[in-house]
């Protein structure tokens, strides 16, 4: 019988140990050990731009408009089939301690056609250090260095590149979403790889400018014409800037750009709790001054210590003050802009 047991447990344990993986499953330290691999290959490449040179190019393809052709064919059956064409736009540089490479996960790209054709943020690019490389690691494993920038548009926080690959799998740009329809997104927020979340299209909103933030010279980078964005629920955070937001054909109708947090109105709010038995410390305290104050005499140990010179700084007993403010707001809700289908076809398509 004990043999029969300890057969059972050791069969169980095998069953345990034995049991698959779900393939969608994310090895975030795998991601990060291959783009750092990747990197170091791409630094030593000196056909690859260095990232200051890729800025300037991004400056200088402002206002420039791509005649690609639409992506033909179904889009994504599932949310793991859409990740396939996601990828991590990731940062290599050197710090001041070391001659190594390092290496951080700046935001998130989606391929636009299947000859290495990304869209990304304007400021994902924007501040990237000058003699840093610029990379982008695919779904399968792969990392490419970003080798041009082809278009952008700064006030719309759109920026196309290209890498060395082809036979990716792209997406394709649709017609604008309505309000209240479905929206998915796979993004990279603070370094959770490929992380699915899904939400609706809340309203369009118009602004003749975005958010300071991207803004260097708001003078002259007003725009006469209105923007408009669309303000999606789905969830994303830092790292998730670029991601492409799709519809439920698999169809972009919008890309991740920035969050307005809403708060409740100021009001004041204790820092420090008031102790137990404050108020009754505080009403003996007043009546014992009042008191010694009378008399002349002093009331506590440290006044007698000083010889009743009560005015003197060191004389003085820190005595119990009320709980301190401040003005203190709490969030509310998270309106989350993205870019607009629309600037993404003009962009892309020249529509």
Same mark, same amino acid.
């Given at each position: 019988?004990?043999?029969?047991? @300890?057969?059972?447990? @050791?069969?169980?344990?095998?069953?345990?140990?034995?049991?698959?993986?779900?393939?969608?499953?994310?090895?975030? *330290?795998?991601?990060n050990? =291959?783009?750092?691999?990747?990197?170091?290959?791409? &630094?030593?490449? &000196?056909?690859?731009?260095? +990232?200051?040179?890729?800025?300037?190019?991004?400056?200088? +393809?402002?206002g420039?408009?791509?005649?690609? &052709?639409?992506?033909?064919?179904?889009?994504?059956?599932?949310?793991?089939?859409?990740?396939?064409?996601?990828?991590v736009?990731?940062?290599?540089?050197k /710090?001041?301690? /070391?001659?190594?490479?390092?290496?951080?996960?700046?935001?998130?790209?989606?391929?636009?056609?299947?000859?290495?054709?990304?869209?990304?943020?304007?400021?994902v690019?924007?501040?990237?250090?000058?003699?840093? $490389?610029?990379? #982008?690691?695919?779904?399968?494993?792969? #990392?490419?260095?970003?080798? !041009?920038?082809?278009?952008?548009?700064?006030? =719309?926080?759109?920026a196309?590149? =290209?890498?060395?690959?082809?036979?990716?799998?792209?997406?394709a740009?649709?017609?604008?979403?309505?309000?209240?329809?479905?929206l998915?997104?796979?993004?990279?927020?603070? %370094?959770?790889?490929?992380?699915?979340?899904? %939400?609706?299209?809340?309203?369009?909103?118009? $602004?003749? +400018?975005?958010?300071?933030q991207?803004?260097?010279?708001?003078?002259?980078?007003?725009?006469?014409?209105?923007?408009?964005?669309?303000?999606?629920?789905?969830?994303?955070?830092l790292?998730?800037?670029?991601? %492409?937001?799709?519809?439920?054909?698999?169809?972009?109708?919008?890309?991740?750009?920035?969050?307005?947090?809403?708060?409740?109105?100021?009001?004041?709010?204790?820092?420090?709790?008031?102790? !137990?038995?404050?108020?009754?410390?505080?009403i003996?305290?007043?009546?014992?001054h009042?008191?010694?104050?009378?008399?002349?005499?002093?009331n506590? &140990?440290?006044?007698?210590?000083?010889?009743?010179?009560?005015?003197?700084?060191? +004389?003085?007993?820190?005595?119990?003050?009320?709980?301190?403010? *401040?003005?203190?707001?709490?969030?509310?809700?998270?309106? =989350?802009? /993205?870019?607009?289908?629309?600037?993404?076809?003009?962009?892309?398509?020249?529509?």
């Amino acid at each position: 019988m004990k043999y029969c047991i @300890v057969s059972i447990l @050791v069969a169980c344990a095998a069953a345990i140990q034995a049991a698959p993986i779900p393939k969608s499953a994310v090895d975030d *330290q795998d991601v990060n050990s =291959r783009m750092l691999k990747g990197i170091e290959t791409i &630094a030593a490449d &000196a056909s690859v731009p260095a +990232a200051g040179a890729l800025v300037q190019q991004l400056r200088q +393809a402002e206002g420039k408009k791509l005649h690609l &052709a639409r992506p033909a064919g179904q889009g994504p059956a599932t949310h793991d089939e859409a990740a396939e064409s996601v990828a991590v736009v990731g940062i290599g540089y050197k /710090c001041n301690k /070391c001659p190594n490479w390092h290496m951080r996960s700046s935001g998130t790209a989606w391929i636009a056609s299947s000859d290495g054709i990304l869209v990304t943020n304007y400021h994902v690019l924007n501040n990237l250090p000058e003699d840093g $490389r610029a990379c #982008v690691y695919l779904k399968n494993g792969q #990392v490419h260095a970003i080798r !041009e920038v082809l278009a952008s548009d700064k006030l =719309r926080d759109v920026a196309v590149f =290209r890498i060395g690959a082809t036979g990716l799998r792209p997406l394709a740009v649709g017609p604008d979403a309505p309000v209240g329809s479905n929206l998915h997104l796979v993004s990279h927020p603070e %370094g959770n790889f490929y992380m699915y979340t899904g %939400g609706f299209v809340q309203r369009y909103t118009l $602004r003749t +400018a975005p958010n300071s933030q991207y803004t260097v010279d708001k003078n002259k980078s007003q725009r006469k014409e209105p923007i408009a964005w669309l303000v999606a629920s789905c969830d994303y955070a830092l790292g998730s800037s670029g991601g %492409g937001i799709y519809n439920d054909n698999g169809e972009v109708v919008g890309m991740v750009s920035s969050t307005t947090t809403l708060y409740t109105p100021p009001r004041p709010a204790p820092v420090t709790p008031l102790p !137990e038995g404050f108020e009754k410390s505080m009403i003996a305290n007043q009546a014992a001054h009042a008191q010694n104050t009378a008399t002349g005499e002093p009331n506590d &140990a440290l006044h007698k210590d000083a010889g009743n010179k009560t005015d003197a700084p060191e +004389a003085r007993e820190p005595e119990p003050s009320a709980a301190r403010f *401040q003005m203190m707001r709490h969030p509310q809700m998270v309106l =989350r802009h /993205c870019v607009a289908g629309y600037t993404l076809r003009e962009i892309l398509y020249g529509e």
